[in-house]
């Protein structure tokens, strides 16, 4: 499974950006999908994830601000982010859950950066 993301970038607080992950490989066994982030000195978080059937997960920092998306028939996911903060700043990365029991992997895109100014 190969993951490509786009949309990072700068922009001011209380701005917005869209992150976009694209997968391409061994989809057909891809249950979940989602996006961590990790600020310099700090260890990678989960912001959310959503499974194959729609299912959410929001981390409480950004829940009401970041929706996650996906769109099946494209093999990708969307990160919108509004009301961003400068504690959003963070390089995102995005993640796909594989499961062919009884394995399981989790593949991770190349990251985005994020930078929110105040």
């Known amino acids: 499974v190969q993951l490509v993301e786009s949309g990072g970038g700068l922009v001011q607080a209380g701005g917005s950006l869209r992150l976009s992950c694209a997968a391409s490989g061994a989809i057909f066994s891809i249950n979940a999908m989602g996006w961590y982030r990790q600020a310099p000195g700090k260890q990678r978080e989960r912001v959310a994830t959503i499974t194959s059937n729609g299912n959410t997960y929001y981390a409480d920092a950004i829940k009401g601000r970041f929706t996650i998306s996906r769109d099946n028939a494209k093999n990708t996911v969307y990160l919108q982010m509004n009301s961003l903060k400068p504690e959003d700043t963070a390089v995102y990365y995005c993640?796909?859950?594989?499961?062919?029991?009884?394995?399981?992997?989790?593949?991770w895109g190349q990251g985005t950066q994020v930078t929110v100014s105040s």
């Open positions: 993640s796909a859950d594989r499961t062919v029991l009884p394995d399981s992997w989790r593949y």
